[in-house]
Nanobody, 124 residues
Framework: QVQLVESGGGLVQAGGSLRLSCAAS????????MGWLRQAPGKEREFVAA????????LYVDSVKGRFTISRDYAKNTVYLQMNSLKPEDTAVYYC?????????????????WGQGTQVTVSS
């Protein structure tokens, strides 16, 4: 099973930027996609973005389109989430997740491995 370790969270003012990183170890040769999902207090976990590991195709939730960019460094087995123009409603714990089978990228229950999460707090 792949191990995932996120980093890069923190406190930022509205309009600011953060870049999250997720380093994968244990072998990504079976990885189909990597995703970022988030969970705010009192809310359900929400899909944010995903990238098809080999092809590089990306998918975003509408609320972050144009502000967030997911990318991956294939050689480093690392996926990134560049977050610009942050809003208070982006405040959440952000999780990196790995998916090994073809299928919907938006459903959290279809991901096979998860990181521990990193807190992102956007102040108004």
């Amino acid at each position: 099973q792949v191990q995932l370790v996120e980093s890069g969270g923190g406190l930022v003012q509205a309009g600011g930027s953060l870049r999250l990183s997720c380093a994968a170890s244990g072998g990504t040769f079976s990885t189909y996609a990597m995703g970022w999902l988030r969970q705010a207090p009192g809310k359900e976990r929400e899909f944010v973005a995903a990238i098809i590991w080999r092809a590089g195709s990306t998918l975003y939730v509408d609320s972050v389109k144009g502000r967030f960019t997911i990318s991956r460094d294939y050689a480093k087995n690392t996926v990134y989430l560049q977050m610009n123009s942050l809003k208070p409603e982006d405040t959440a714990v952000y999780y990196c997740a790995e998916k090994r089978t073809f299928g919907s990228l938006r459903n959290g229950w279809e991901y096979d491995s998860w990181g521990q999460g990193t807190q992102v707090t956007v102040s108004s």
